[in-house]
Every structure is written in structure tokens, then in C-alpha cells.
């Protein structure tokens, strides 16, 4: 029997926005690498039978390098196993997915991708954000705030215009230099936009805002993603803490919980 990698996509975080396809592998395969992204709920579905290696980073360290992984992969095939390379998102979203195709087409190994709900999706999804809309968005624009390099800025658009949506993936807390650029590049100042933390899981935090008052957003605990774009007056008001009003121009400082939400929603109000 000849091995095979699959590059599964585990979805944003909750065991739920699993395929059916990323599930059915799992279940049946002998070897499973995944990332730190992935939450305990998923990483319970992998057979004991099976061997699990956890190879992302931590801390900004890579506790595995990217040729180790690759030759992890391409070794598990070649003795003929199963391999499931298990990517928070969809493995290729910002995942890396392409260089580890690549080192695995170059040692003639069979691949397969099943794709997953990338975090941009599960985020505006649990946020009641449109990403496009007939009217106010008409294209959306996915970028990473990471630089693959100190010395190098990440290559953005020179014009970004105010009809598209923006997810700043891996956006950092640099929030005054995002909003500087995203200004820079055609952006109003009063754009509204969100800082959605660890979506999709019951630790979820939105925090909407506009692009003049980004900088007072708080850290709010990794993984996040910026939203940008009219579209984000959209987020959902039923899951609001207190008022929430655009249009008075108090386009600030309001945190939504989802934990916190689904609690009080079970209980009589008791302030
Ligand atoms: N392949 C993944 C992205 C990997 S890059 C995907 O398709 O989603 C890692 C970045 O994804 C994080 O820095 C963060 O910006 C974003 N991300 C992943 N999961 C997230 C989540 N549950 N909530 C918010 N952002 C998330």
C-alpha cells in the first residue's frame, strides 16, 4: 500500500465547523500532525491507535522548522502510512499548505486537500458579518499582518477602496500602525471595524470600533483578526453588552463576549 498525506483543514476552532470529509480522515488515520491552533475538542477525535505530533509554533519559536515537517510527512508516506497534516483555517490559507505541496510533489508522494472554514468566515459568521453585501462590499480582501521578515513590510495593496471588506489575519497588536496603513492606503478613518479574538470557541471576544480608535482596542488573547469595512456595522446587537450606536458617532469601546452572552441569556437579569 503506497502513504498518503492529506493537508486537512480543522476549521476555525470549534469541533463543529469540522468537514465531514476532515472527520472521516482523522478517525482513520495513522499518523496525525497538527498545529497548536487546534483545540482539545478536535485533537479527541484522533484514534489512540494513532501516532499525534504536535508541530507548530509557540511563542514566535518554531518548535518543529517547516523542513522538519516536511520530512515527517514525506518519511510516514513512504513507510506507507495514512498521514493527516491536520492546518488550523484551511491548510492554504496563510498555512503554509504550498510549501509542504511542494516538498511532497517533489519526493513523489500522493496528496490530497480537504479544505476548512477559514478563521475569516468562522469569525464574521459568529459576528453576524456579511463579509460581501449587494450594496456596501463588493469584494473582500484577505491579507496577514505578518512580515515574513523584520526588514520586510508586508506587501499591501497601494489602494484598498471603501467597497471592500479587509481581514487582517495574524494582525499583531500593532493596532496604530495598522490603522496608520490601512489610512495610507484610501481608508476613512471613521471605517468601522472589529478585533475578533479565539472565534468560534466559547472564549470569543468581538470588539467593534473604527480605524481612528483601533489603537485603544485592548490585547485581546490570540489567535485574533482584524475586520475592516462598512460591513461591520453589521455585528450582531443582540450580542452586545451595552448600546451600541454608529450613527451617534460612539463607534467605540464595546466588547462582546459570547461566553458572557450565552450566560446572562440563561438567566433573569440581575443588575
Ligand atoms: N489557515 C488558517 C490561518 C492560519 S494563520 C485559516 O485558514 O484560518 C493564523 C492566523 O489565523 C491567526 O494569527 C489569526 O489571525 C487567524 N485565526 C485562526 N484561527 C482563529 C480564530 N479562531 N479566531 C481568530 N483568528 C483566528
Redesign the pocket.
Known amino acids: 500500500v503506497r502513504g498518503k498525506v492529506y493537508l486537512v ?1 480543522a476549521g ?2 470549534s469541533a463543529e465547523l469540522l468537514t465531514i470529509k476532515a472527520f472521516r480522515l482523522l478517525k482513520s488515520a495513522d499518523v496525525v500532525l497538527h498545529d497548536d ?1 487546534i483545540g482539545p475538542d478536535i485533537l479527541d477525535l484522533i484514534p489512540k491507535s494513532a501516532q499525534r505530533h504536535g508541530v507548530g509554533k509557540r511563542c514566535g519559536r518554531e518548535s518543529v522548522s517547516q523542513e522538519e515537517i516536511n520530512s515527517l510527512l514525506t518519511q510516514y508516506a513512504l513507510l506507507g502510512l495514512q498521514v493527516v497534516r491536520l ?5 492554504l ?3 503554509r499548505g504550498g510549501e509542504e505541496i511542494d516538498a511532497l510533489r517533489h519526493a513523489g508522494i500522493e496528496i490530497e486537500i480537504v479544505p ?1 472554514v ?3 468566515l ?2 464574521a459568521a459568529d459576528a453576524c458579518i456579511p463579509l460581501t453585501h449587494r450594496r456596501i462590499a463588493s469584494s473582500l480582501l484577505i491579507l496577514t499582518g505578518h512580515r515574513a521578515s523584520s526588514e520586510n513590510a508586508c506587501d499591501w495593496p497601494e489602494h484598498i477602496s471603501n467597497k471592500a471588506t479587509v481581514v487582517v ?3 499583531g497588536y500593532h493596532y496604530e500602525d495598522t490603522a496608520r496603513r490601512l489610512q495610507a492606503v484610501g481608508l476613512d478613518g471613521s471605517t468601522p471595524c472589529a478585533v ?6 466559547v472564549k470569543e471576544q468581538v470588539f467593534c470600533t473604527t480605524l481612528d480608535a483601533l489603537p485603544g482596542v485592548p490585547r485581546l488573547p ?4 482584524l475586520v475592516v469595512g462598512e460591513v461591520v456595522r453589521f455585528a450582531d446587537p443582540a450580542r452586545l453588552h451595552q448600546e451600541f450606536d454608529w450613527i451617534a458617532g460612539q463607534a467605540g469601546e464595546v466588547v462582546v463576549s459570547s461566553t458572557e452572552f450565552a450566560e446572562s441569556g440563561t438567566q433573569e437579569q440581575s443588575e
Request: glycine share 22%; aromatic share 6%.
Open positions: 483543514g476555525p476552532g491552533l492546518k488550523g483555517g484551511d491548510p490559507i496563510f498555512g476548512g477559514t478563521a475569516a468562522g469569525a489575519y495574524m494582525p475578533i479574538s479565539q472565534a468560534t470557541s490570540a489567535p485574533t483578526l
